[in-house]
């Protein structure tokens, strides 16, 4: 009876199990097992793990792997394995010597887990990790720089000059807050802690606000223009807004290099405010449109010249998520090498009577 439980136990785990006679020669394996690696039964009984080995190991590894089980001890370690198809998966592996009433080792049984999942999370993070540096290490650097020209100016006093370069520290710093804030929206919005302030003002001033400042950074390398001068009253957290529309401003600027023009617009429909931010730049392809909204996702489009841009990817997913928490919308219009225009929608503010 209990025998036949624990057979039951095994063939329905979701983990993979082998079970080998003393030689290495496959008595068992389990459900899980064919369907990892996509084996049938037949194909594995009498053979031998090599069937999966993936050739990624050392043979030291296999040695010692060997000299650990025959000497009585389980061994685990994480095992590189190929499937019948010949593609690669992680496992996490333990390997358990069975003995017999004589202490006689007769068979030797494996459990693993799948963790290739986990293992391409890990590559993401790591791959993630990697662009931050890289991105920190473009404003630190510059920061240092100047900071070495400020020094050696004012130690020569020369006024215009010092002002001028403290202008391209603050610009840096600004680049560093702004990295370090995404980093931390994106952990909160995962988490569920981002929350908001809302008040209810008009659009339209915070508009002319934010356009406004972005004149004032770009300088009149770009003309901005904007449409629609009505007030239209929202209830939201200002302070986020203004963060979408900068995010949505600066994607602007950032992907249209070679023609300098941007329009903001204001308009209405019936429930809600729909503001547009529209660039005569690169473009995206049709079939990258989807992801844009995705953490971490940069297109890698490059300009006709080959321009290429650094990315994190976080600011559409940060602002997507502000205005979903308002009950607005997002979305995009674009064609590639003529420009794209982003939209989002917040509800009116409907005065109570
Ligand atoms: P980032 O702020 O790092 O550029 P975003 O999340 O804001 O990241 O944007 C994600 C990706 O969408 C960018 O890497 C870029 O490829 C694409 N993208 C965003 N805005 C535009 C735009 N106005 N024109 C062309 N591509 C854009």
């Keep these: 009876?209990?025998?036949?439980?624990?057979?039951?136990a095994v063939e329905n785990t979701a983990d993979a199990v082998i079970i080998t006679d003393r030689k290495g020669k496959i008595?068992?394996?389990?459900?899980?097992?064919?369907?990892?690696?996509?084996?049938?039964?037949?194909?594995?009984l009498g053979q031998t793990p090599r069937i999966i080995k993936s050739g990624h190991h050392r043979s030291a590894f296999y040695k010692k792997l060997w000299k650990t089980i025959l000497s009585g001890k389980s061994w685990r370690t994480t095992v590189i394995n190929k499937k019948k198809s010949g593609e690669l998966f992680y496992t996490d592996h333990t390997i358990t010597p069975v003995k017999n009433q004589k202490g006689k080792i007769t068979n030797f049984v494996g459990i693993w887990k799948d963790i290739s999942q986990q293992k391409q999370l890990e590559k993401q993070k790591d791959e993630f990790v990697d662009m931050v540096g890289h991105e920190l290490?473009?404003?630190?650097?510059?920061?240092?720089?100047?900071?070495?020209?400020?020094?050696?100016?004012?130690?020569?006093?020369?006024?215009?000059?010092?002002?001028?370069?403290?202008?391209?520290?603050?610009?840096?710093?600004?680049?560093?807050?702004?990295?370090?804030?995404?980093?931390?929206?994106?952990t909160k919005i995962k988490t569920g802690q981002l929350s908001f302030t809302r008040e209810v003002f008009d659009l339209n001033g915070l508009l002319k606000e934010t356009v406004s400042d972005m004149r004032i950074s770009v300088g009149d390398k770009y003309h901005i223009r904007l449409k629609g001068k009505a007030k239209i009253m929202v209830i939201a957290d200002r302070f986020r807004i203004n963060q979408v529309i900068t995010n949505l401003l600066t994607n602007a600027v950032k992907y249209s290099p070679d023609n300098r023009k941007i329009v903001v617009e204001l308009t209405t429909d019936k429930?809600?405010?729909?503001?547009?931010v529209t660039d005569y730049g690169i473009g995206i392809p049709d079939d990258k449109q989807k992801n844009l909204f995705q953490p971490y996702y940069s297109a890698h489009i490059e300009t006709k010249s080959g321009q290429r841009f650094a990315s994190l990817g976080l600011g559409l997913f940060i602002s997507r998520e502000i205005i979903r928490q308002h009950r607005g919308r997002m979305w995009v219009k674009s064609t590639k090498n003529k420009g794209s225009t982003f939209?989002?929608?917040?509800?009116?503010?409907?005065?109570p009577v």
């Design 1 to 8: 009876m209990l025998t036949d439980t624990f057979y039951q």
């Design 137 to 186: 290490k473009n404003p630190i650097t510059s920061i240092k720089a100047f900071l070495q020209l400020l020094e050696e100016k004012l130690t020569h006093n020369e006024g215009k000059r010092s002002l001028f370069l403290t202008g391209r520290i603050n610009k840096q710093v600004d680049k560093l807050i702004d990295l370090v804030g995404d980093l931390l929206d994106t």
């Design 271 to 276: 429930k809600n405010a729909i503001i547009s």
């Design 27 to 44: 008595l068992y394996v389990n459900p899980a097992f064919l369907k990892i690696t996509g084996y049938k039964k037949e194909e594995t």
């Design 343 to 351: 939209y989002f929608s917040l509800p009116l503010f409907q005065n």
